[in-house]
């Protein structure tokens, strides 16, 4: 006997298609509606066929012979008229259908508007009419289901919808609606069914017999369950496994972690990601589904395997010789969580990620337990959840609130580099509806007059960016506007002033980063007035075409002019202008994102040709794939200074940084600290004391004196704290730095952000000046950036994009537009080969 069967009501149809109007086209003949087969019409039925009952009172009633036992009989019907629109009672009566068994009983059943049978007229073209229809009945179903939209590709115009992660439908978008009624005699055979009608037109579809002991729709919410492809050439493919369930739902499949809960809870780099599993096995995904569903599971459109739903939940588990399929759901408590500070007692913003032992998350209501389902993000859904690696975490304020598996629970909670990250296990007990944390604060930075803060952030709003750098223990985000072709973003959040939190220690300014795909990116911190234009010079920065109208040096004077910095970001990329505003003095700060040799070479370049750069550390942040103050400055603000942002920049001027993407540093010489001049009567021995301390794994630390390594030390398994006291002889005008890393710092541990940066930090130099003033030259590096200053002008002149002269007025007024970009370069080529000249 089959689970379900359609009955034929081809011989008793009395209309066609044409009762739904003629803009509507509806299923016809053999169909699958829910995983459940209906028979509308005869087999391979065509639109002018009569394929449909249509009833009221001046049709009379029709009986449906049957002659079998059912469950269940599934009604797939619709109401053709209503005076809902015009304020007619929902609820009214459209007829009764009369089950009459073949011992002679019989079972009457009313069916209501917007109960059992839903409303869908169409006008006199078939067009849908009304809102007030919309309404999808309270006992009944259409018949089209809930679905995935495609995963990787779709229209443009559904790009915020594919974020939703589901395609539903409303009421006007369904043809039939699928009632199902609960025989209460499932033993005795019904011989027939009569519909009598009692009011209002509707048309019935198809019926079909439900013939196994399930509601024929599913009811159950999603279960987790676990894929294993046991088949190991398919589990090592990369990750493209689907799930289809004809009886119900699925989610999107999602990877599982390699560690097993023993080593996650153990790694070193506990707080801040997993490596992401990017193999096809093992994975999860949820179902919801009747006991009589087929769950598919294929790879790469091919299928790997189907099992029956009913097996999986009364076993926990159903296999096939490729793949096996676990129950991972072990019930679930909706639980209230607080993460407490450890010494103060109060609720500490932070940001968390719990799982399950087998890896399945299960983040806080309001949170995504995977990003985009973790395809890019970038400008996409940014703010409110980090990915790194495998794992999501959400921001809270110290509060959150959500599902949690009951049993075994893994936390992870993380905040900044100066709390111990917490990464345990915990039971989540049946009818446990409360879960405390606490954080504990290794060490205190702003007490020691150090603050920290990313020197560059894009895409979140003014009040996301307060929301997770206090996640992040971060004092200030440094928010920029900018242009990407014909995108702008952040235009709203300008204000010309800092947003500071009630108690003054997080602040966020919106600034700009102006940029040009030639010449370089320029980050202009504290404006009170925007300076236009953002980008220039084409794509990618300008628009698509566009004309390079200004050069960074003019950006940098009109930064200056209202009091505001100049930092190169990404320092020196794109390498067109940086020499000529460095050779100008036009630069407070350069900024590293990437723990590679070539940005350290460059920085020390220009250190050892005289020019005094601090250093800041910034993210970049484009995505929730970099959390903000991943990479962050430390800036120290004197005890006799107020914490303000105009006071943090000026901080920074000064050189009193050092950058860190985990690990904090001391550095002092003879006593003087980072950004300060130790001046030498003559050569001579200093002592240099250096230290780190990190949450994240370090190997060794170096000091550095005029770009080389003149002592270090190291711990190859990886620790917490390494230290260096040592005697440095400076002979001449010297720089010195503390830099810590990986084994020969250059190898760090990568984070597992989207750019998997390494963990290390470096710090602004201390300079020694014998004898005099301090000044620093290298012959070498002045010939490097007179190539690049003279490089540049060639590209004004003969490569970049420009208007006709007599056809444009640009935003400078100046009649010579040429001139006026080649200014800066040729005063800096002349400052040069001033320099130069002296050392002759």
């Known amino acids: 006997m089959p689970d379900y069967r359609p009955l034929d009501l081809s011989s008793i149809c009395n209309a066609g298609a044409e009762i739904l109007g003629s803009r509507e086209k509806p299923p016809l003949g053999l169909q699958k509606f829910h995983g459940l087969p209906f028979l509308v019409g005869r087999e391979g039925a065509q639109p002018e066929d009569r394929s449909f009952l249509l009833l009221n009172e001046a049709t009379g009633g029709v009986t449906i012979p049957v002659g079998d036992v059912a469950n269940n009989v599934i009604f797939a019907h619709r109401v053709l008229e209503t005076e809902i629109p015009e304020g007619g009672p929902i609820g009214k009566e459209v007829a009764e259908y009369v089950v009459r068994y073949a011992n002679g009983g019989e079972t009457r059943v009313l069916i209501r508007e917007r109960f059992e049978i839903g409303l869908m007229p169409a006008d006199e073209d078939g067009a849908r009419i009304n809102i007030a229809l919309r309404s999808v009945p309270f006992l009944a179903l259409g018949n089209k289901k809930d679905t995935l939209p495609q995963r990787y590709e779709g229209p443009w115009e559904e790009t915020g919808r594919r974020q939703t992660e589901l395609s539903t439908l409303g009421a006007s978008e369904h043809t039939y609606f ?67 369930v004809d009886r119900g739902v699925s989610t999107f499949v999602h990877s599982l972690p390699h560690a097993s809960p023993d080593e996650f809870v153990a790694d070193s780099m506990k707080g801040y990601g997993e490596p992401p599993n990017l193999r096809s096995s093992p994975a999860y995904v949820e179902i919801a589904a009747t006991p009589s569903a087929t769950v598919k599971v294929s790879q790469g459109g091919e299928t790997v395997g189907e099992v029956r739903w009913g097996e999986v939940e009364s076993q926990g588990s159903a296999s096939t010789p490729a793949l096996r399929v676990d129950l991972l759901d072990r019930g679930r408590n909706w639980v209230k969580v607080t993460v407490l500070d450890d010494d103060t007692g109060a609720p500490v913003p932070c940001r968390v990620h719990f799982r399950s032992p087998e890896g399945v998350p299960y983040q806080p209501h309001g949170h995504h337990n995977q990003v985009n389902s973790n395809l890019g993000t970038w400008h996409i859904d940014v703010g409110g959840d980090v990915r790194l690696g495998q794992i999501t975490y959400a921001y809270i304020d110290g509060r959150c609130e959500g599902w949690l598996p009951r049993g075994e629970v893994i936390v992870d909670v993380a905040r900044g580099f100066e709390y111990e990250p917490l990464r345990e296990k915990v039971t989540i007990k049946p009818g446990q509806q409360d879960l405390k944390l606490r954080l504990k604060r290794w060490t205190n930075m702003n007490a020691k007059r150090w603050f920290s803060g990313d020197s560059h952030v894009h895409f979140l709003s003014t009040q996301g960016s307060h929301f997770e750098s206090q996640g992040e223990d971060l004092n200030v985000v440094n928010l920029l506007q900018s242009q990407w072709g014909g995108l702008y973003t952040n235009t709203e959040d300008f204000t010309g002033r800092p947003s500071v939190s009630r108690d003054g220690s997080n602040i966020v300014y919106t600034s700009q980063e102006n940029r040009q795909h030639f010449l370089g990116h320029m980050i202009l911190w504290g404006l009170k007035e925007q300076v236009m234009p953002w980008c220039s010079d084409g794509p990618n920065e300008g628009e698509l075409g566009g004309i390079m109208q200004t050069t960074m040096s003019h950006w940098a004077d009109a930064a200056h002019a209202q009091g505001g910095r100049v930092v190169i970001p990404h320092f020196p990329h794109p390498n067109g202008e940086p020499a000529t505003l460095i050779a100008t003095g036009r630069v407070d700060a350069v900024e590293m994102i990437r723990h590679e040799r070539f940005n350290h070479v460059e920085y020390y370049r220009y250190l050892n040709c005289g020019y005094r750069l601090p250093l800041v550390g910034g993210t970049d942040k484009m995505s929730n794939e970099v959390p903000v103050g991943l990479y962050r400055t430390y800036a120290y603000v004197p005890e006799d200074q107020e914490f303000n942002y105009e006071n943090w920049c000026a901080a920074v001027s000064a050189g009193r940084t050092f950058l860190s993407g985990g690990p904090l540093l001391e550095l002092s010489v003879d006593g003087h600290q980072i950004g300060d001049t130790v001046r030498m009567s003559g050569a001579g021995t200093v002592e240099v004391h250096a230290s780190a301390e990190s949450i994240l794994p370090i ?126 370069f040729r005063e800096a080529h002349e400052a040069v080969l001033a320099r130069m000249h002296l050392q002759r």
């Not at 027939?192 to 509601?215: C, H, N, W, Y």
């Not at 917490?720 to 001449?732: G, P, Q, T």
């Open 178 to 244: 699928l009632w199902a009624w609960e025989n209460p005699h499932p033993e005795d055979e019904i011989q027939s069914i009569e519909i009598v009608p009692k009011g209002p037109s509707f048309m019935i579809a198809a019926v079909t017999l439900g013939q196994i002991d399930e509601r024929p729709f599913v009811t159950q919410g999603r279960r987790e369950v676990r894929i294993t492809l046991t088949d190991a050439e398919l589990a090592n493919r990369p990750f493209n496994v689907d799930v289809e």
């Open 699 to 824: 190997h060794s630390l170096q000091i550095v004196m005029n770009g080389r390594v003149v002592a270090s030390t190291e711990n190859p398994s990886g620790g917490r704290r390494l230290e260096l006291r040592e005697s440095v002889r400076i002979d001449a005008n010297s720089w010195l730095a503390v830099r810590c890393g990986g084994p020969n710092y250059i190898d760090s541990t990568p984070h597992y952000d989207v750019w998997n940066r390494g963990v290390f930090a470096h710090t602004s130099p201390i300079y020694l000046a014998v004898g005099g003033d301090w000044e620093m030259y290298d012959q070498n590096a002045a010939q490097y950036m007179l190539t690049l200053i003279e490089g540049g002008m060639s590209y004004i002149r003969q490569t970049s994009h420009q208007h006709a002269p007599d056809s444009v007025s640009h935003h400078h007024g100046e009649e010579d537009h040429m001139a006026y970009l080649l200014r800066p």
